[in-house]
């Protein structure tokens, strides 16, 4: 297993001091997947996906993470099944996915049921505009197990998406008390 192929790369705690929560306390856990070619980030298609590498984009969302007392696990493969495994995987401890699913956006509906399989609260992000690039990229098989979608911001839809998906993981946690 390479690196990148593991769950819990980086924990809120590999950060050290303080969360952005009282008491440390965290407030809830996302996974982030990231699929098939996306760990070539930097190198691959910069003019499409921008220069900044995977290992930078999750920097940055342990940051945003880390100020809001989120706990975040990552994980990228280039590999349908294993993404499947961490989906299901994820319904033990996580209370919502971040995904960017690659190329497995546009036909998968083995990930499709996955997350629909899970009922786990799903925001879809990609870096580039799909929806302005090739017709085979205008369709996501994902988007309707999602509560949405993401794309054309570079890294930041990343952060975006986090930012969207925690602001829903907090207003059912508030509509629930
Ligand atoms: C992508 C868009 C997909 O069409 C493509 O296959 C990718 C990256 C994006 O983030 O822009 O691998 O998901």
Not at 23 to 43: E, F, S
Not at 123 to 131: A, G, P, T, Y
Request: net charge negative; aromatic share 8%; with cysteine.
């Amino acid at each position: 297993m390479s690196g990148y192929n593991q769950l819990c790369k980086y924990s809120m705690n590999d950060l050290g001091g303080q969360s952005g929560m009282e008491g440390d306390k965290v407030a809830h856990r996302i996974l982030c997947i990231h699929g098939p070619n996306l760990n070539l980030l930097g190198m691959r298609e910069p003019d499409v996906y921008g220069a900044v590498t995977l290992e930078e984009v999750d920097r940055r969302l342990q940051e945003y993470a880390h100020a809001r007392g989120l706990e975040l696990r990552v994980f990228q493969s280039n590999h349908e099944g294993a993404i499947i495994d961490a989906i299901h995987e994820a319904a033990g401890w996580a209370d919502g996915l971040l995904v960017n699913p690659g190329a497995y956006t546009h036909y998968s509906y083995a990930i499709r049921d996955a997350i629909a399989a899970v009922k786990l609260p799903a925001v879809e992000v990609h870096l580039s505009n799909i929806h302005a690039r090739e017709p085979f990229r205008h369709t996501s098989v994902i988007a309707p197990v999602c509560l949405g979608q993401i794309a054309g911001f570079g890294w930041h839809s990343y952060v975006l998406g986090l930012q969207a998906l925690s602001h829903h993981l907090e207003s059912a946690a508030s509509s629930r008390a």
